[in-house]
C-alpha cells in the first residue's frame, strides 16, 4: 500500500511518515504491550490530498484575520475530494479490521519537542463506525492541523507551517471502563522517586483535555505503592435543588490496580529508553489498555 500503514509495522524511525503517535503506538506494540489494532493513514496520504497552505502573509497578532483565515482554511479541507486510490487503501485497511468501532485520531510530524507539547493541538474522533464517516472523520482530523490554537501554538513555539503534514490513525475502540493518563516522573514536583496516576470512569478525551477532575494517585517508583490518593469531587443530591459535592474515601482503581498500572508504565518508559514518558490508557475486560506513550515536556518548569 502507498498511503496505509499498519501498527504493528511501525517504529520510531517512521514519524515523518506516520507522525509521532503512529510511530509511538508502533514501539508500544514492539515493546509487546496491549494496544488496540488499527493503521495509520500517512503524510503521504495528507500530501496526495492536501494542497499546500502557505501562511506566510498571516499575521498572527490579528485575531479576528487569523480567525477568517483559519476557518477558510479548514473548510476547504473538509471538501477536499479524496483521490480514489487514497480512499481504496483506507476502505481496504478498515474491512481488513472488521469495520469495528473506532478512534480516529490525529498523529502530526511536529507532535512534541523538548520544549513544547502538542497534545490536544488536533482532533480525535470517537466511536466512529462505517467507511464512509471514517473518511469524514480523516477529513475533519487533517483541517484540525489549521485551527486557530493549532496554528497560533505552532507559531509561538517557532514550528514553521510549511512543512507541515498530518497523519490520522484509525485504530478499534479499547474497552473503556476506566481511562486515564500516566506520568511516570512527578511533573508537579519533579520527585524523581515518584510518578502520577490520573483516572475518571468512562472515556478519558475529556480527562486529558482538562476538561474533568480526575481521581488522583501519586505512586512510589519502582513498585507502583500509593503514597498519597486525592479523590475527584462528586456531586450528588441530598434533596430536591441541593447539591452536596463529595469527596468519596475510594477511587476507581484499587491499590492493586494502581501497582499493576505503574509498573506496566515504567516498562514502557524502559523501552523508551529511561526518557519519562505520559501515559493514555483505559481499563477494560480486565485489562490495561495502552492508547499513546510519549514524552514529558513539563519537567523542570514547576
Known sequence: MSYVRFLQDLRSKDLSLVGGKGANLGELIHAKMRVPAGFVLTTAGYRRCVPVI????LDIVNLRSLEQKTLDIQKHIAAVSIPASVELEIKEAYRSMGSPIVAVRSSATAEDLPSASFAGQQETYLNVQGEEFVLEAVKKC???????????????????SGDLAL??????????EISGVVFTLNPLSNEASELIINAAPGLGEALVQGEIVPDQ???RRPDGAVLKFTPAPRIRQSAPGLLITQRPSRGCLNSQQVKELAQLCLRIEEHFESIPQDIEWSYGLGE??????RPITTLGKG
Open 217 to 219: 494517585w501519586i505512586a
Open 54 to 57: 502557505s501562511l506566510q502573509e
Open 288 to 293: 490495561f489498555h495502552l492508547l499513546q506513550s
Open 142 to 160: 487533517w483541517a484540525s492541523l489549521w485551527s486557530l490554537r493549532a496554528v497560533q501554538y505552532r507559531t509561538w513555539q517557532g514550528v514553521a
Open 167 to 176: 497523519a490520522v490513525v484509525i485504530q478499534g475502540m479499547a474497552p473503556h
